[in-house]
C-alpha cells in the first residue's frame, strides 16, 4: 500500500516536471522608441542545461516564423521576420529563449514561445501592444499646445488693443503684426508636426518650431509695453520682459535636454518653461486693457475741457 503510494506520487512529480514552466509576461508594449523589440520567454524550470536538448519554437497567431534546434544548432526564419534572432544563445541552456526582432518587422499580435527540453516542453503566450506613438505622451503634447495657443492669443488680444485704442505710428502696428503671422504660421507648424505617430524626428522639429521661435515674444511684448506705457524703459515693461525672458530659457533648455533622449525625460521642463511664457504674455494683456481704459477715462474730460479753449482762441483769432 505504502509502496502504490510512493508509486503514485513518483507518477504525479514525473507528469508535473514534464512541463515547463515560463516567468509570466502577459503583454509588452512597443513604443516609438523602441528600435527592437524584445519579446521575453524564460523558462525557469530548466534541468538539463545543455543546448543540444533544447528546440524553441516561435509563433505569431498560431503560424511559426523561428525555430531553434540546439542539436544541430540550426535556426529556420521565415522572410518577414528576417531580423528575428535569440537574444542571447549562451543564456538559453539557462531558459532565456527570448526573441528580438526589429521593429518595422515586430507587428502587434499574439506571440507564442514554445520550447522543449529534451522530452520536457512547454508554451507561454506574450501579446506584443503598440503603446505610446510619439515622441512625447498625448497629454505632453496637449499642453504644449495649449499654452503655446494661449500664448498666441494673448499677444494677438495685445496687437488688437494696441490698433484700436493707442496711437502708434503703422509702421510698428505693421512690425507687430508682421512678427505675429510669423509666429502663428511657424507655431501651427509644429504643434502639426509634434503629434504625428511614429516618426521622432518630425516630432523634435515639431518641438523645435514650437518652443524656439516664442523667444520673439520677449522684445516685442517689451516694444508693446513700451508703446502703452509711454516710456522709455519702463520697470514694468523690463520686469515683464526679463520674467518672460525666464520662462523662455527654461523652455529652451528643457528643449535641449529632451531632444537626445527617447522617451524624453524632460517635457515637465519645456512645458513649465511654456507656461510661465504664457502667463506673461497675460500678464502684458492685462497691462495693455488697463492702461487702455486710464487712457480713455482720462482723454474724455481733458477733450471736453479743450473744446471751449479751442473756440475762445478761434474767436480770438477772428
Ligand atoms: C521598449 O523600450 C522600453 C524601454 O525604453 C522597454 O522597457 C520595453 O520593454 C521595450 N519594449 C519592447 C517590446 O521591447
Ligand atoms: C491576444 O489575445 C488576447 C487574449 O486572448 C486578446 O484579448 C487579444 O485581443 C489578442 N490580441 C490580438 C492582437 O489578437
Known amino acids: 500500500m505504502r509502496a502504490l503510494g510512493a508509486w503514485l506520487l513518483l507518477g504525479a512529480g514525473c507528469a508535473a516536471s514534464a512541463q515547463l514552466q515560463f516567468r509570466a509576461t502577459k503583454s509588452v508594449e512597443q513604443t516609438v522608441c523602441n ?6 520567454c524564460i523558462v525557469t524550470n530548466l534541468a538539463l542545461k545543455n543546448i543540444a536538448v533544447l528546440f524553441v519554437k516561435w509563433k505569431l497567431e498560431k503560424k511559426e516564423f523561428f525555430s531553434f534546434d540546439g542539436f544541430g544548432n540550426k535556426t529556420l526564419i521565415s522572410s518577414n521576420f528576417s531580423t528575428a534572432e535569440l537574444v542571447s544563445l549562451s543564456h538559453l541552456p539557462l531558459g532565456m529563449a527570448s526573441l528580438s526582432i526589429s521593429k518595422t518587422q515586430a507587428v502587434p499580435g ?8 529534451s522530452n520536457r516542453e512547454g508554451e507561454t503566450v506574450i501579446e506584443l501592444k503598440y503603446g505610446q506613438a510619439s515622441w512625447f505622451t498625448k497629454t505632453e503634447n496637449i499642453l504644449f499646445i495649449v499654452f503655446l495657443f494661449f500664448a498666441i492669443l494673448f499677444y494677438w488680444s495685445q496687437l488688437c488693443f494696441i490698433v484700436l485704442t493707442y496711437e502708434t505710428t503703422r509702421q510698428k502696428k505693421i512690425c507687430l503684426i ?17 503629434v504625428v505617430d511614429a516618426n521622432v524626428l518630425k516630432n523634435q522639429v515639431g518641438l523645435g518650431l514650437i518652443v524656439l521661435p516664442t523667444g520673439i515674444l520677449v522684445p516685442l511684448q517689451y516694444f508693446i509695453l513700451q508703446i502703452v506705457l509711454e516710456s522709455d524703459r519702463s520697470p514694468l515693461a523690463i520686469a515683464v520682459a526679463v520674467l518672460k525672458l525666464v520662462g523662455y530659457l527654461i523652455a529652451v533648455i528643457g528643449f535641449f535636454l529632451c531632444i537626445n533622449a527617447c522617451p524624453p525625460k524632460c517635457g515637465a521642463v519645456v512645458i513649465a518653461g511654456l507656461a510661465i511664457m504664457t502667463f506673461m504674455v497675460a500678464v502684458g494683456l492685462i497691462c495693455v486693457i488697463i492702461r487702455g481704459y486710464n487712457k480713455k477715462s482720462h482723454q474724455l474730460p481733458r477733450k471736453a475741457v479743450e473744446e471751449p479753449l479751442n473756440d475762445a482762441k478761434g474767436v480770438m483769432l477772428e
Open 35 to 40: 528600435e527592437t523589440v524584445i519579446l521575453p
Open 110 to 117: 499574439n506571440y507564442s514561445c514554445e520550447v522543449t527540453e
Open 178 to 194: 508682421i512678427a505675429g503671422v510669423i509666429l502663428s504660421v511657424v507655431a501651427a507648424v509644429g504643434c502639426s508636426l509634434v
